[in-house]
């Protein structure tokens, strides 16, 4: 099992930049995929971006692509989320997940980081 914890998210305006991050510890995180998956209120949380364990395969919901990007420290078992060109639909609470598939809802999530964007 691996455990982790989500840090980096915030408030800020439309058009505005966060980078999250996804700390990882326990089990090899480097044998693991890592997904960035998003819930908004009222909304069912939905597939933001995923990595491979390696980094060589990356996948992006469609809102994102071009604005996000998801990359990877495996020796500092830590996975990020830069996020660009923030909108006020980007406002949601956002979830890392370690798993052996890429962009699985199985396996190990973190508690979640809050962004909030303004118009």
């Known amino acids: 099992q691996v455990q982790l914890v989500e840090s980096g998210g915030g408030l800020v305006q439309a058009g505005g930049s966060l980078r999250l991050s996804c700390a990882a510890s326990?089990?090899?995180?480097?044998?693991?995929?890592m997904g960035w998956f998003r819930q908004a209120p009222g909304k069912e949380r939905e597939f933001v971006a995923a990595?491979?364990?390696?980094?060589?395969?990356?996948y992006y919901a469609d809102s994102v692509k071009g604005r996000f990007t998801i990359s990877r420290d495996n020796a500092k078992n830590t996975g990020y989320l830069q996020m660009n060109s923030l909108k006020p639909e980007d406002t949601a609470v956002y979830y890392c997940?370690?798993?052996?598939?890429?962009?699985?809802?199985?396996?190990?999530w973190g508690q979640g980081t809050q962004v909030t964007v303004s118009s």
């Open positions: 326990g089990r090899t995180f480097s044998s693991y995929a």
């Open positions: 990595i491979s364990w390696s980094g060589g395969s990356t």
């Open positions: 997940n370690a798993s052996p598939i890429v962009g699985s809802t199985a396996g190990s």
